[in-house]
């Protein structure tokens, strides 16, 4: 596993279908320029997000991760970003007590027309990312468990 | 091993211009499990997809990465393609290099790692796409529409008229709805029993249109095609076979109790029809008021029926029965202000009315005749005082919403007070004049032309002096306290969902807002539809409106209703959730959290060492499941995952990302 010791961080968005998925899709309409470090995974619901994906995410050297939905209210399931909300509230705790810095991981409600707001958030978190600097934290034990793959 | 294809596309320049094509399809070329790598100036076009088509069958590709626009955008274009070539059509994965890449990024070296990064990503994730096959479900071809105001009338008659048989269930004894009690309808205060009792007929004698008065849904079971519906159907104690609807038996009841259609201006019998114009035409039995049921004695109108159509010994019966869509109009209720407006005497004064009591007074076939006098002393009212948003707009007592009709309504009753008593001086308090639609601002314009006296303010008390009204208010204009002895008060009262709904949307598992309307699928885009498929909501169900609106809206329901109907079996996305049965430990945390009801606990014959014990697993409903995820991380034990984005593909596109 090759974490270049660069401070360009890699942030990975899980971003729902309905809203923040067709938002991010509006900001590319708009030409609204955001950071190369953004990378969308499409999820059908932010509720789909298990947070294994993101621990898996923080101990493969993932700098940053945001997980995206539709506002409260306006799920396209109806429940699904409640539970989001409930879930990675309780995330950042874990976090934090896992030695990452909450300010690592971002939960935000993007609906499908805040192109804007899409592009300010991954300007936002991108900026805050790369001041923390390069998620090293598992980086030894990610090394250790490839090589045992291997 | 996987053979995957990768076929990334220029746009055109969209993507070619930002992106260096040709290196990232060399980059994927180096890819695990990828067979194939090209490119091609625009992937949608025929040729593009031709060649697609080509290179899988040259080089047996098993599964397909495009990169190119979103996936919103061509991946039903793809999957189709795909139908007619060996690869499942959702062994396809799209990476979004254009929308989420060359289009938001303009430094061309610094996009095309991220496009190889995204491209790595969906070649990681396709790896693990297995086939997947649409289910198709058969439809049943009959609708049911519950509640039978102007909303379900609209919606039963446009459903019918397509050829399509309709239920159209109402729970009390005849269809009519609250518009059957209007008057005059505003702007142009046509009649609106004229405009209103014809569609009733129509509805009533429609051939494809079954009325189910009396009626109440008990329980549902199945989803979109294939609703069971069991319903009740109240004890009518009047064999409506034969009746032919007389009316000799509710001129003998001896029983005066209060009219619901008049809102207790008048009396009724205990046999009786809701209103003359009912439909159906004939009288039931009101089982609490009826001498014969409640003490055993009298039996008059079985006496006196000609034809022997009175059965006291009938009962609730139910039946199911199926339907392939539900379309809900259970339609509104008034706030009952009388528990929350103390300061209006809470209903102590019989000269303070509601619109809707107003209306059957001033209806020509109301308990005056369309005299309007004072209920208390049959006096003509020489001050009238209009009180908008009771109920509405108040956040502390009522409800934070506007009801959208009260403001035209309030127009039209000081229009037919000044019009049937001239000399009237009518006060409407409004907090602001709403009158958004057509022909509306000129009728109130009209109405302040005729004299109706409008002062901007809320009302904060009405008391009673000698045999005035007397109410209180600030004029908040002027700035000034302002007092009003008025002879006659109408409180334009807030709508709010008809009671039962709560039931109803339960059972159906439907959504409420905040304030317990039904939740619509999308505020603007979907209006008419709900979070469950096949069940559409016409008219006040979804929010207040008026008569315009709601008849536009149970039409546009009737055509949702009528393209579900004009299919005989529906495709249903195949990725929903799948339990592996030898995980799961039968917590039921997946059917809590399952917002479709999709999810039940079904009891297996399994297997502890040599014992044979029964033990629940969780079991998903291929036509409720929606593919939302929520029990997949839900899950515990990991038991349950959602096709088409599996856990193991959405960590393999996370591992694909970080290498």
């Known amino acids: 596993m090759s974490v270049k010791e660069t401070n360009d961080p890699k942030i990975i968005a899980f971003c729902c279908n309905w809203c923040t998925y067709t938002g991010a899709d509006l900001a590319g309409l708009n030409r609204s320029h955001y950071p190369e470090n953004v990378h969308i995974v499409r999820v059908p619901c932010s509720g789909r997000v298990n947070p294994q994906f993101i621990l898996r995410a923080f101990r493969n050297g993932c700098d940053g991760v945001m997980v995206c939905g539709c506002h409260p209210g306006d799920c396209h399931y109806s429940t699904g970003n409640y539970f989001t909300r409930r879930r990675f509230t309780l995330m950042k705790r874990l976090l934090e007590y896992n030695g990452i810095d909450p300010g690592r991981f971002h939960a935000r409600w993007i609906s499908g027309s805040e192109a804007g707001k899409f592009r300010d958030t991954a300007e936002e978190v991108t900026a805050m990312v790369r001041k923390l600097g390069p998620n090293t934290r598992y980086r030894e034990y990610a090394r250790r468990e490839m090589s045992a793959d291997e | ?659």
Not at chain 2, 15 to 34: H, M, Q
Not at chain 2, 71 to 76: F, I
Not at chain 2, 350 to 363: I, K
Request: contains cysteine; neutral net charge; glycine residues 8%.
């Open chain 2, 1 to 659: 091993m996987s053979k995957i294809g990768v076929f990334v596309c220029h746009c055109g320049t969209n993507i070619a211009n930002t992106v260096d094509v040709e290196r990232a399809v060399a980059s994927a070329r180096e890819l695990p499990g990828v067979a194939f790598a090209s490119e091609y100036k625009y992937m949608c076009s025929e040729p593009g997809q031709q060649m697609i088509k080509d290179a899988i069958e040259e080089y047996g590709l098993d599964r397909v990465v495009i990169a190119s626009c979103s996936p919103r955008m061509h991946e039903t274009t793809f999957r189709k393609m795909l139908k007619d070539t060996k690869v499942n059509p959702y062994m396809l994965e799209i990476a979004n290099i254009r929308e989420q890449c060359s289009w938001v990024h303009t430094d061309k070296a610094k996009a095309t790692e991220k496009a190889i990064r995204l491209i790595r990503m969906s070649v990681a994730k396709a790896a693990r796409d297995e086939p997947l096959f649409a289910s198709s479900i058969p439809i049943e071809k009959r609708a049911l529409v519950i509640g039978g105001g102007i909303a379900g009338i609209q919606a039963a008659l446009d459903i019918a008229d397509a050829g399509h048989e309709v239920a159209l269930l109402e729970r009390e004894p005849s269809i009519g709805g609250k518009m059957a009690m209007l008057d005059k309808t505003f702007p142009t205060l046509d009649c609106s029993a004229c405009i209103s009792t014809p569609k009733m007929v129509d509805a009533g004698a429609h051939p494809n249109i079954k009325l189910l008065t009396s009626c109440e849904v008990v329980k549902t079971e199945g989803y979109i095609g294939n609703f069971q519906v069991t319903i009740r159907r109240n004890a009518r104690y009047v064999n409506h076979d034969i009746c032919t609807g007389c009316g000799l038996c509710e001129t003998k009841c001896p029983v005066k109790t209060d009219s619901e259609f008049n809102h207790g201006l008048s009396k009724r019998p205990a046999i009786y029809k809701l209103f003359p114009q009912a439909v159906p035409s004939k009288p039931v039995i009101d089982k609490n008021s009826c001498l014969k049921l409640t003490k055993g004695k009298c039996g008059v109108c079985e006496k006196v029926c000609p034809l022997g159509c009175i059965d006291y010994a009938d009962e609730d019966r139910e039946f199911t029965e199926t339907f392939g869509a539900i379309v809900f109009a259970t339609g509104y209720e008034l706030i009952d202000w009388t528990a929350l407006y103390g300061e209006y005497g809470g209903g102590r004064y019989p000269d303070m009315l509601t619109g809707l009591q107003f209306e059957r007074l001033v209806n020509a076939s109301g308990p005056t005749e369309g005299h309007i006098v004072r209920p208390s002393d049959g006096k003509e009212p020489k001050t009238v005082a209009i009180v908008k948003c009771v109920g509405s707009r108040d956040p502390k007592k009522g409800k934070s919403y506007c009801s959208r009709a009260c403001c035209m309504y309030a127009a039209k009753h000081a229009h037919q007070i000044l019009d049937k008593l001239p000399g009237t001086r009518v006060f409407i308090f409004y907090i602001d004049v709403r009158t958004p639609g057509k022909g509306y601002e000129e009728f109130y314009d009209q109405t302040r032309k005729d004299g109706a006296i409008y002062v901007r303010g809320r009302i904060s008390k009405i008391y009673k002096d000698g045999d005035k009204l007397v109410c209180n208010g600030e004029d908040t204009l002027l700035g000034k306290q302002v007092k009003v002895m008025a002879d006659m008060v109408v409180l334009e009262t807030a709508m709010t969902p008809s009671s039962g709904i709560e039931e109803l949307a339960t059972m159906f598992g439907v959504a409420r807002d905040v304030n317990d309307w039904i939740q619509e699928a999308h505020p603007k885009l979907r209006p008419v539809e709900t979070q469950v498929g096949g069940v559409f909501l016409a008219g006040t169900c979804q929010g207040p409106r008026d008569i315009p609106d709601t008849v536009a809206h149970a039409s546009a329901a009737a055509a949702k209703v009528v393209s579900l109907l004009n299919k005989s079996e529906m495709e249903t996305s195949p990725m929903i959730s799948v339990v592996r049965r030898e995980h799961c430990c039968g917590c039921g945390a997946c059917e809590k959290i399952c917002p479709y009801t999709a999810i039940t606990l079904e009891e297996i014959d399994d297997r502890v060492g040599a014992k044979r014990v029964k033990r629940p697993i969780a079991s998903v409903n291929s036509g409720l499941c929606q593919g939302c995820g929520a029990c997949t991380a839900a899950c515990r034990t990991g038991a349950i995952d959602l096709l088409g984005f599996r856990n193991a593909q959405i960590l393999e596109e996370v591992d694909a990302l970080c290498l």
